[in-house]
Every structure is written in C-alpha cells, then in structure tokens.
C-alpha cells in the first residue's frame, strides 16, 4: 500500500510541473497543513478544546482566524447539540489566544446558533407528537395506495410510526426553511466576526 501524501507534498510535485512555489505560497501550504492537522486530532477526538488551545498558542496569531473559520464550515442545522457546544468552546478557546480577543461577540453568535438549534428540534418534535396524535386518532390517515407492478392499486394500512414519518417528510421542508435561513444567516455574521 503505498504512503498518503501531504497536501505540501502534492503542491510541490505541481509545482515542478508548472515552475516553483514561491517562499510564500510554500509558508502557506504549510501553515495550512499544520492547522489541518491539529484540527484533524481535535475532529477525532484525539483533543478537545483545551488541546486545541495548548496547541494553537503555538501558532502564529494570524492563522487562529483560518482555524476558526474551519470550524464553523462544519456546523449546520444538523449538527448535534454536542457537536455545536464542543465547537463553540473550541472557537471560543482559540479566540482567547488573539491579541484583541472579542470573544463576547463571538459567544453571542454561538449562543444564538445553539438557542436556534433547541428552538428547531422542539419545532420538530411538536410537529411529530402533534402528527402522531392526529393519526392515532384517525386511523383511515394509516391507508397509503400503492400500484403493483402489473398495475392494479391497492391499500396497504402503515404502521403508526410509518405514517408519521411520512407526514413529517410533508410538513417538515415548510417549516425548515425559516430555520435554514436564519441559521445560515448567523452562520454567516459569526464568519465576518471572525478576524
């Protein structure tokens, strides 16, 4: 099996190619790869935050917003609560390290995230208790037609469960937009907070 190469690696090998990296382009290659590595340790959970911190105060300070920003990219909607808590102290850790911190803006962000996410998922779980109430109460909302193969239609009764998880799959797109949106949004606005 042959060796994984670094993204440093890589460069270089186009770089013979096309002509020579420049001294700065080389610094970034690598300075990039350093931060990719240390994130890489932290999205394993290798480190947490305060590993993150104890190995980026060795960085040099104007990669931490880089770091940062790599962070975000992988929040959404979708991320745990976890996963979003465990970041915001990793985004937040590496803010501290900066000459001029501004880590109440940015905690203000990551809380509005956070407090997003629970209104989301307490949206999503009125929306599947107010459905299976609805259908248990009105079991013909159980009968889904289906055609066979040769054609004919016929009435399968779904399971409760089933039945829901069908509905939801209606009802949940309207309502998520507003979520996105405004998720996305504060998503963007931490991004630019970030320097």
Same mark, same amino acid.
């Given at each position: 099996m042959g060796k994984v190469k670094s993204a440093l690696e890589i460069?270089?090998?186009?770089?013979?190619?096309?002509?020579? %990296? =420049?001294?700065?382009? !080389?610094? $970034? *290659?690598?300075d990039e790869?350093?931060?990719? +590595?240390? %994130? =890489?340790?932290?999205? !394993?959970? $290798? *480190?947490?935050?305060?590993?993150?911190?104890? +190995?980026?105060?060795?960085?040099?300070?104007?990669?931490?917003?880089?770091a940062q920003q790599k962070l975000i990219e992988t929040i959404s909607i979708n991320s745990l609560p976890e996963e979003?808590?465990?970041?915001?102290?990793?985004?937040?850790?590496?803010?501290?390290?900066k000459k001029e911190p501004d880590t109440v803006v940015i905690e203000s962000s990551l809380q509005a995230l956070e407090m997003l996410k629970e209104e989301y998922e307490e949206m999503k779980e009125k929306i599947?208790?107010?459905?299976?109430?609805?259908?248990?109460?009105?079991?013909?909302?159980?009968?889904?037609?289906?055609?066979?193969?040769?054609?004919r239609i016929i009435q399968i009764a779904l399971s409760v469960e089933d039945a829901v998880k069908a509905k939801l799959e209606e009802f949940l797109p309207q309502?998520?937009?507003?979520?996105?949106?405004e998720f996305t949004n504060i998503l963007e606005e931490l991004k630019m907070q970030i320097r």
């Open positions: 460069a270089l090998e186009r770089a013979n190619k096309i002509g020579s %990296l =420049s001294s700065e382009e !080389k610094k $970034k *290659i690598q790869e350093k931060i990719s +590595n240390i %994130l =890489s340790d932290y999205f !394993k959970g $290798k *480190i947490d935050a305060n590993g993150l911190w104890q +190995n980026f105060k060795e960085i040099e300070s104007s990669l931490l917003p880089i979003i808590r465990s970041k915001k102290q990793a985004i937040l850790a590496i803010e501290t390290l599947e208790d107010d459905l299976k109430r609805h259908i248990e109460a009105n079991p013909h909302l159980r009968i889904k037609q289906m055609r066979t193969s040769d054609g309502h998520e937009e507003q979520y996105l949106n």
